[in-house]
């Protein structure tokens, strides 16, 4: 029988990877998606978006349960009849939903006859006749040969760990974290990026006591610095002990939990203990064992560098998702990518990612959702910034949730009124900044906007308002 030559090899089925397999599968092309797990939907399904929101919710539920005498429910006098946290029942929901998912994914490989092989794959080299290889090696140790004119590499990433740390019972990245069988009693969660504040947040509701450590001045240190400073309040408020500047000098094990100590923002030395420590200091992109040393591919800092179709420099070699050097590691970034290397292999139209189009969201409580550029970027950039700052406790939906922390901020061009950023800390925050999505997109203005009807009462009518306040004319604030 002829050997199969697929037009594209794809290695890793996260989200990047099986988005990719399915969009080239749409273009007509023959593919192979090589996975090493039984299991696609890679982090995000398994230990990342998908399980973290899902717990998110059971917390937001719960928060709701603790003040439900202010929505005029009560559970009993006394107490009696208090809502009780069942933590073996919020883990298997929590499974179901991942099960559920990854064979809706089974469907859509199947759907769209895309042949898939278990195993670890790696490049064997340069192509021969425009033809590469790519070496699986099974679990069991069968080591098979797979060709394909292409190749997209979809392999991820992983917790960076603390020099000398390895993760355990008590030591935690995301993967152990989300396994715990009961809710620790205190958590030290070292890094203030989205998946730390995640965890913090979501184990603070649930009643942990909880510390946060980071590195930088400020937390979420991507997001524009009035969020970064708002969050940072609240979060105290709910009872966080917050430490920016904070550097991380020993994580020990102590008879029952951990201790960390860590030079603080005055250079004093100070020490937190806790019964777990959650390490959320990054994600190593998982290049190490790809065979890339045979092959013309360049890595920056451990990432691989790409041009706007996600092209290496190996020709017919393509790299999508956390392994790419220069994006923000998120799985609609991944996917994304990865519908761009399709069409690129296919043939057809694509735009590139832009970076400053790209919605990023923590889902906290409050939640965070941004887009665009921050107030500073936009300065260092030379535009003339314009600002409009709208409050949620202006916001008649928001009083109705019992949830108006937080704001929508917009910064615009003080010269043409073209909206370069929104920046949105408060409730469904990460569902809100769509519509800024399709603003940045469609490169929208603050006059055209602050005519667009907003239905109501909505949580969205504060953009409506926020767009007013760039001309100093919000109407519920
Ligand atoms: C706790 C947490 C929460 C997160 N929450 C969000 C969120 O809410 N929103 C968001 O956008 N992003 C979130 N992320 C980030 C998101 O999970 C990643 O950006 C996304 O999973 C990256 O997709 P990927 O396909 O590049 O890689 P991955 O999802 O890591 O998938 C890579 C796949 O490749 C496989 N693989 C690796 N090496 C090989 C090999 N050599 N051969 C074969 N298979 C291989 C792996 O088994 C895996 O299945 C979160 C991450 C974490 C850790």
């Not at 996917?335 to 906290?364: E, L, N």
Request: charged residues 25%; proline residues 4%.
């Amino acid at each position: 029988m002829a050997e199969t030559i697929y037009d594209v090899a794809i290695i890793g089925g996260g989200p990047a990877g099986y988005t990719a397999a399915i969009r080239a599968a749409e273009y007509g092309l023959k593919v192979v998606l090589i996975e090493k797990s039984d299991k696609l939907g890679g982090t995000c399904l398994h230990v990342g978006c998908i399980p973290t929101k899902a717990l998110l919710f059971n917390a937001e539920i719960w928060d709701h349960l603790k003040h439900a005498a202010e929505f005029g429910i009560s559970f009993g006098e006394g107490g009696i009849g208090a809502p009780t946290l069942n933590w073996a029942a919020v883990l298997q929901r929590k499974n179901a939903i991942i099960a559920k998912h990854a064979k809706g994914l089974d469907f859509l490989m199947k759907k769209h006859k895309i042949a898939r092989i278990e195993g670890h794959g790696r490049l064997s080299g340069p192509a021969r006749e425009g033809v590469h290889s790519v070496e699986v090696a099974a679990a069991g140790g069968e080591v098979s040969q797979v060709k394909a004119k292409n190749v997209i590499l979809a392999t991820g990433s992983e917790a960076k760990m603390l020099p000398g740390l390895k993760p355990d019972d008590r030591i935690l990245t995301n993967i152990e974290i989300l396994a715990m069988e009961q809710v620790p009693k205190s958590l030290v969660v070292i890094g203030a990026g989205a998946v730390g504040m995640e965890f913090g947040s979501l184990f603070r509701t649930f009643g942990a006591e909880v510390a946060i450590l980071e590195f930088l001045p400020r937390v979420v240190p991507v997001e524009d610095e009035e969020v970064s400073k708002e969050i940072t309040r609240l979060f105290k408020k709910r009872g966080i002990d917050m430490n920016t500047g904070a550097k991380v000098e020993k994580v020990e094990k102590t008879k029952t939990g951990v201790k960390v100590t860590f030079i603080d923002a005055n250079g004093a030395m100070q020490a937190k203990e806790a019964e777990k420590v959650l390490v959320a200091v990054g994600r190593a992109g998982r290049t190490g064992d790809l065979g890339l040393e045979k092959t013309r591919v360049e890595l920056d800092r451990g990432l691989i560098k790409v041009n706007e179709a996600q092209e290496t420099a190996e020709p017919g070699v393509f790299a999508i998702g956390d392994i790419v050097a220069g994006l923000p590691q998120l799985a609609h970034v991944g996917a994304m990518s990865g519908m761009i290397a399709a069409a690129k292999i296919a043939g057809r139209p694509f735009r590139p990612v832009r970076r400053d189009r790209i919605p990023g969201c923590t889902y906290t409580e409050p939640q965070i959702g941004s887009v665009g550029l921050t107030e500073t970027q936009a300065k260092e950039k030379g535009y003339e910034v314009k600002v409009g700052k709208f409050p949620f406790a202006g916001n008649s939906k928001a009083t109705i949730l019992g949830s108006h922390d937080g704001f929508v901020k917009v910064v615009a061009d003080a010269k043409y009124g073209e909206i370069l950023g929104v920046h949105i800390l408060g409730p469904q925050a990460t569902e809100l900044i769509a519509e800024a999505v399709s603003v940045l997109e469609l490169e929208g203005t603050v006059e055209e906007l602050m005519f667009a009807i907003h239905a109501h009462p909505t949580l969205a009518e504060s953009l409506l308002d926020a767009y007013g306040a760039v001309e100093g004319m919000a109407i519920n604030a």
